[in-house]
Structure formats: C-alpha cells, structure tokens
C-alpha cells in the first residue's frame, strides 16, 4: 500500500557508469517530480511532469533524462556517472500542480534512493 | 540562489517544551509556504502550508506564523515530543512561476527525554 516507491533504495557504483531510478506512484496523482537532496540536506528540485509533459527542467545536467511512460511513473536515467552525482535522489507525486485553482497541493514523497558513485 | 533560508541548523529541546523553527524567505512574490518534516532515512512529509494572504495557521499540535513584512515565519511544534525528532524544512512557491517549491536549507529538531 506504498504511496510512492522508488528502486533501488541504495545504489553503489562507479564513476562513467550509466543508471536507472525508477519510481511508481499510486495514488492517482496528475505531477511527479524528482529532487536531488545533498550531504548538507540541501533538497533541489531536478524535475517536474504533470499529465506525462515535462514542465520543470531545472539547470540540471543534460547527463540525467527523466523519462514517464505513464502518469504513474517517473524514472531517472543517469549517464556517465561522476563522484558529484552523490546524494539521495527522492519521486514525489502531487494531485496537481503544486498550487492550482487557488489549492495547494502537497507533495508525497518517496523514500530516497542513496547514490553513492566512487 | 535559495529564496527561503532558515535561521539555526540545528534546535534541541527538551521532551514538553514548545519549539519554534525559524525560516526566512526573500522573494515578495512568494505565494504560499510550506514546512515539511524529514525523519531520518525517510522523505520529506508535508506537515502545514499557509498562504501568503494570511498570517496564522494552525494544525494538530503545529502553528505556523507568517510575517510579510520581515519576510519571515516559523513553525510552532507545542508540548514537543521525541517523535518530533527531525529535520524541518519550509519551502515557498512563487506567484506568477511554476509554484514548484523552493525548499530552503532543514533544521534539525532534537528532543532530550
């Protein structure tokens, strides 16, 4: 009865290497994101899709693709893997926009997935 | 740069104290904020928003403030707990742009039995 999941939960790898987060949501939810969180906590908004259609592309390096093939899910391509790739990435799903038709609407999120490149 | 900033990284309190986490934001148009809790190992929960046409809100045992004029507020945490243990962080979403949350930088609650 996971809201948002994500797989893996831990990722080691090394450098040059290219890998896959993917993340699922089932609560029916229209936007999903993906944030990158820091060693220092420092929770940055990566990207954003509402209905399948990317709104939000932060100044994030062409290296990371996200990719929805349905209103569901979210995954998180990274090629060519470097050391500063290291943080824990979370998927967060919201009904709407995050403010929409004078509501705001939370966000859920997932539980992280640690990426460790060395 | 970041538009919300918080004011300590970290609080300690003891267990049945009130608790108050300061945040400071820089954007005018910064529509509505929001305060989430992150407990160890876990994402981020939503815990209270407030919208910049007010100045209080109150939740379940949470009050947040909302001071436009110093560009400030805070998230009251009464009678606080051990399970209130983590890492606070307000986010504010900017009228006119996409209202995605900018999270400001988190300040670790820590609650002394």
């Known amino acids: 009865d996971t809201a948002v999941s994500q797989t893996p939960k831990y990722l080691v790898t090394q450098m040059g290497n290219d890998k896959s987060i993917k993340c699922e949501q089932n609560?029916?939810?229209?936007?999903m994101y993906w944030y990158k969180q820091d060693s220092k906590k420092f929770l940055k908004i990566m990207f954003s899709?509402?209905?399948?259609?990317?709104?939000i592309n932060e100044t994030v390096p062409n290296r990371f693709s996200p990719k929805s093939p349905d209103k569901a899910h979210l995954n998180l391509h990274i090629n060519s893997l470097e050391l500063g790739d290291s943080a824990v990435y979370f998927c967060?799903?919201?009904?709407?926009?995050?403010?929409?038709?004078?509501?705001?609407?939370?966000?859920?999120f997932g539980p992280g997935t640690r990426l460790t490149v060395t | 740069g970041e538009s919300v900033g918080l004011h300590l990284p970290t609080l300690s309190v003891q267990e049945g104290d009130n608790s108050i986490i300061n945040c400071a934001y820089s954007?005018?148009?910064?529509?509505?904020f929001i305060w989430y809790k992150q407990e160890s190992g876990k994402g981020p929960q939503f815990i209270i928003d407030?919208?910049?046409?007010?100045d209080k809100r109150q939740g379940q045992r949470v009050t947040v403030l909302l001071n436009k004029t110093v560009k400030h507020l805070s998230l009251q945490i009464a009678a606080t707990q051990p399970g209130d243990s983590a890492v606070y962080f307000c986010?504010?979403?900017?009228?006119?742009?996409?209202?995605?949350?900018?999270f400001g930088r988190g300040t670790s609650l820590i609650v002394h039995p």
């Open positions: 967060a799903s919201s009904q709407d926009l995050p403010v929409f038709a004078g509501k705001v609407y939370e966000q859920y």
């Open positions: 609560l029916g939810h229209d936007t």
């Open positions: 899709y509402n209905n399948k259609e990317l709104i």
């Open positions: 954007n005018s148009a910064s529509d509505y």
């Open positions: 407030i919208r910049s046409n007010m």
């Open positions: 986010a504010d979403g900017v009228r006119g742009g996409s209202y995605i949350p900018t």
